[in-house]
């Protein structure tokens, strides 16, 4: 017993005291799920099957009154897949507290795009990684679409980049409006449903059609617009304390 | 029994420091009067197992996808670790790169890599041969999964790094540790520096013509500041390669590249970041007819001055060759 807590020094008093959260995302269009190989149309009139739609997000932190922010343990990085349900549902510790509000970043911060080489959910062989021009994918869409000019119909959307003026790093942030907390108790997870609409990708602040823009695969103004669209798209639908 | 639970209990509570088989602590050379390093060792702690380890990784042609180009089919220890006599290197299915493969030293001093400055770490810098269609062609999983299914690599990386598990992060820190200990601070000129050698008159008088014209960019000890610079080079319409812009976006950036080192520069021909000038004679005749003018008599000063930073023992050195 002794020799046991002599081994776990990192376990301190800070964790004595933990509640919970709960994150779902919902890739959603037009209210119903959305779903990889299903065809779609947009906004344009422009129809379109995706294959592949992967995001990063992290720097999940809650906020309250008096003003403080309590960042989850460990800072982590979590990468969505559509292909892999379990993806979609990500949870982790924070400190309990009364807050509300919840902030989150989509992609990826800009120091851990060039201090080396990243493990976990940030490991390159995860293939969203620009390897020719340091820096994450932070959202990956692809697919087919007879709209596209290109190959087979091709579509893809690489989204990243952090360097002025065309940081696509982008926050998702949701306060609660008037005097509505979140009274996070020590055991008490707080569950949080997140709907990501998927015809803000093509049509929020700036208007994506397929037939003219069916690729990007750079960081710039184009990728810069688009995660302006995506970051659109994230609506807090439910909340609750269990 | 009891013995053996004990030294348990030790390696749990502190894994680093009790390994059986601890790295053995390897010291980066620097030269004596050279800037800081800018390279972050304490993430990546030098050993004389990480090292190695790098080196049979530089050049192992599994990193590639077909097994023939490992880091060193286009990084020549005796260029310097560039391509020798090739404008373009060679990579999978008989495809050619887009530009001339940058000679490798003293990349400690170094922040960005490539041409075009687009590498933000040199960690990061392998995965880009690596992945490249036109060069190695591989995945990064995939080149995991051969190395992870050899057992002597396996042991290789438990030695360097305290884990048999093979991870991007350690392939790139092995890579990294090979490379960081390619420093070329041996040359006539180094000896001269450090008052064990003499120029020649010739020389001499070349590094007068050196330290007027060519330094600025070509800054010593490095023989080069670093920076992203234009020097009157054409687009070739073919490549229409735009330099450090297409990873800025900027076009203050168009056309330029980054200025590369003139240490060993008589082994790294041809010349420019695509390579299109194929000895010092063409490069003389550009630079004469953008704002630096160089009369022959200068020419061949200049020549017998590059000519003393040949580091004939960093390019011959067995400790940087693969002897496989």
């Not at chain 1, 995706?50 to 309250?64: D, N, V």
């Not at chain 2, 030098?46 to 880091?71: A, M, Q, V």
Request: aromatic share 12%; charged share 20%.
């Amino acid at each position: 017993m002794v020799i046991g807590t002599s081994c776990q020094k990192e376990l301190s008093s800070d964790s004595a005291a933990t509640a919970y959260i709960s994150i779902r995302f919902h890739p959603k269009i037009n209210g119903t799920p959305f779903r990889l190989n299903e065809t779609y149309t947009n906004s344009f009139g422009e129809s379109y099957s995706a294959t592949i739609f992967k995001f990063y997000f992290g720097q999940i932190a809650l906020s309250g009154n008096p003003q403080h922010s309590q960042a989850v343990n460990g800072d982590p990085y979590y990468l969505v897949d559509l292909a892999d349900p379990s993806s979609l549902e990500i949870n982790t510790t924070i400190k309990p507290g009364t807050y509300n509000a919840i902030s989150v970043l989509l992609g990826v911060d800009s120091a851990r795009n060039v201090s080396g080489v990243q493990s976990g959910a940030l490991d390159p062989a995860k293939g969203m990684f620009w390897t020719w021009n340091t820096g994450y994918i932070y959202t990956k869409l692809e697919g087919t679409s007879p709209s596209s000019t290109q190959v087979n119909g091709k579509f893809e959307y690489h989204i990243g980049g952090f360097r002025w003026p065309y940081s696509a790093i982008r926050n998702f942030t949701v306060t609660l409006t008037d005097t509505d907390t979140w009274q996070l108790q020590e055991g008490k997870t707080l569950e949080l449903d997140i709907s990501v609409d998927m015809d803000a990708f093509f049509n929020y602040s700036y208007p994506v059609r397929i037939s003219e823009e069916p690729v990007c695969m750079t960081p710039g103004e184009l990728a810069y617009q688009i995660s302006g669209n995506f970051a659109g798209a994230f609506q807090l639908t439910q909340f609750d304390i269990n | 029994m009891l013995v053996a639970i004990a030294s348990l209990w030790g390696s749990g509570c502190n894994k680093s420091d009790d390994s059986p088989q601890r790295a053995t602590p390897l010291d980066f050379p620097k030269p004596a009067g050279w800037p800081d390093t800018r390279y972050d060792f304490a993430s990546n702690p030098l050993t004389k197992e990480g090292f190695e380890l790098g080196r049979k990784l530089f050049f192992d042609g599994r990193l590639s996808k077909d097994g023939n180009f490992p880091c060193a089919s286009c990084h020549q220890p005796f260029a310097a670790f560039a391509t020798f006599e090739h404008d373009f290197s060679h990579g999978f299915n008989n495809q050619f790169t887009t530009r001339n493969a940058p000679a490798l030293f003293n990349l400690a001093w170094h922040t960005e890599m490539h041409h075009d400055g687009g590498i933000a770490n040199l960690d990061l810098q392998p995965l880009a041969p690596l992945t490249a269609p036109n060069e190695m062609a591989e995945t990064i999983p995939s080149v995991l999964e051969k190395l992870n299914a050899d057992p002597q690599y396996q042991k290789d990386f438990a030695r360097a790094f305290g884990s048999p598990e093979i991870s991007t992060s350690t392939l790139t820190k092995a890579l990294s540790q090979f490379m960081l200990m390619l420093v070329s601070a041996d040359s006539k000129y180094d000896r001269v520096k450090n008052g064990s050698d003499l120029f020649n008159v010739n020389e001499e008088a070349g590094y007068a013509i050196f330290q007027q014209k060519c330094s600025s960019c070509h800054t010593e000890p490095l023989f080069t500041n670093l920076a992203y610079e234009k020097n009157g080079l054409p687009v070739n319409p073919d490549l229409n390669d735009l330099g450090r812009m297409r990873i800025t976006g900027s076009s203050q950036d168009s056309l330029r590249f980054k200025v590369p080192s003139l240490r060993n520069v008589l082994k790294t021909f041809p010349y420019m970041h695509d390579g299109r000038f194929w000895n010092l004679s063409d490069v003389y005749t550009h630079y004469n007819g953008n704002g630096i003018s160089l009369s022959p008599v200068e020419r061949s000063f200049l020549t017998e001055f590059l000519r003393t930073l040949t580091d004939s023992t960093f390019l011959s050195d067995q400790k940087f060759s693969g002897g496989e």
